[in-house]
């Protein structure tokens, strides 16, 4: 599946694409692999977006995984390219 969304700012510098997970969650360069018991999903962000992971404390002591992506530009578009693979696959 691929994601793809427009913009053209009037203010600011760039765009932010954020993905929420309690999953486990490994980031490479432009990749982040979200694991699961029976599958995984790998997310692959353009070259030209800065990709992090921040996790998320609850007040509980439980947390949840913040996925980013950064492009700084003020016109264009962000795409993210998601596969998605289960059982032998994962």
Not at 46 to 73: P, Q, R, S, W, Y
Request: proline share 1%; glycine share 12%; charged share 20%.
């Amino acid at each position: 599946m691929t994601i793809v969304d427009g913009y053209e700012l009037i203010e600011g510098d760039g765009v932010c694409f954020a993905w929420v997970t309690a999953l486990p969650v490994q980031i490479t360069e432009h990749t982040a692999v979200i694991t699961s018991k029976r599958g995984k999903a790998v997310v692959t962000f353009a070259d030209d977006c800065t990709v992090g992971l921040e996790i998320l404390t609850f007040f509980d002591g439980g947390h949840i995984n913040k996925i980013t992506a950064v492009k700084n530009d003020r016109l264009g578009k962000i795409t993210i390219d998601v596969k998605l693979y289960g059982g032998e696959n994962a």
